[in-house]
């Protein structure tokens, strides 16, 4: 199915620093989500957001939904290594879910 | 929180034969269910849209045929890999939306090597 624009494709980082990614679409979603995928398994959902505009914090993540509904960032403050993996974004209306391509997070200790 | 429970994780079969994966809901409802397969280091792709009590949605390119899916419950779907052959080796993921699709958790993935 059609994916989101999710950027950046990878990061490498130190650790202790702080990271963003983000997700643009040209349609609307009514939720956002924020998933990290390990190594062999499936996505676990980290932040789901409800309404344009919501900031919500999970521990150092902090995830906002675009004021145009189009949109979503993820941030991560003060890096570590277990924070390597595969970070999704996926816009939900519904029955229908898009996904972005993915950031490959790499921490370097 | 919800679960969402993929079985096998693991499973190897030989060329010709057919393989079930199954994806169950755990502690709640789920009419939808969508089947993915992912390729080493990209992104998931949508194969098919699972929908309980009628027929799957299958994104344009997925044979039908090969990838049989049913959702016979509003808990569990299955995806049978038909006449598997090496290039169905793959990582398959299950995911299923909430109630009210707010939602969406993923099975753990079922990682086919056909050999």
């Known amino acids: 199915g059609q994916q989101l624009n999710q950027s950046p494709q990878s990061m490498f980082i130190q650790e202790g620093e702080d990271v963003s990614m983000n997700c643009t679409s040209s349609s609307i979603f009514n939720t956002w989500l924020w998933y990290k995928q390990d190594p062999g398994e499936g996505p676990v959902l980290l932040i789901a957001l409800y309404k344009a505009g919501e900031l919500t914090s999970n521990g150092r993540l902090t995830a906002q939904f675009g004021i145009t509904r189009k949109d979503s960032f993820l941030n991560i403050s003060a890096s570590i290594p277990s924070d390597v993996g595969i970070y999704f974004c996926a816009g939900h209306n519904n029955n229908d879910m898009r996904f972005g391509a993915g950031t490959r997070l790499t921490v370097k200790p | 929180g919800a679960v969402v429970s993929q079985h096998p994780s693991r499973v190897i079969c030989k060329s010709g034969t057919s393989v079930k994966i199954e994806c169950r809901s755990l502690?709640?409802?789920?009419?939808?269910m969508f089947w993915y397969r992912q390729f080493p280091k990209q992104s998931l792709m949508l194969m098919a849209t699972s929908n309980e009590g009628s027929k799957a949605t299958y994104e344009q390119g997925v044979e039908k045929d090969k990838f049989l899916i049913n959702h016979a419950s509003l808990t569990l779907s299955t995806l049978t890999v038909t006449s598997a052959h090496p290039e169905d080796s793959s990582f398959y993921i299950c995911?299923?939306?909430?109630?009210?699709?707010?939602?969406?958790?993923f099975g753990q993935g079922t990682r086919l090597t056909v050999v």
């Open positions: 995911s299923a939306p909430t109630p009210g699709g707010t939602e969406a958790f």
């Open positions: 502690d709640f409802q789920a009419t939808t």
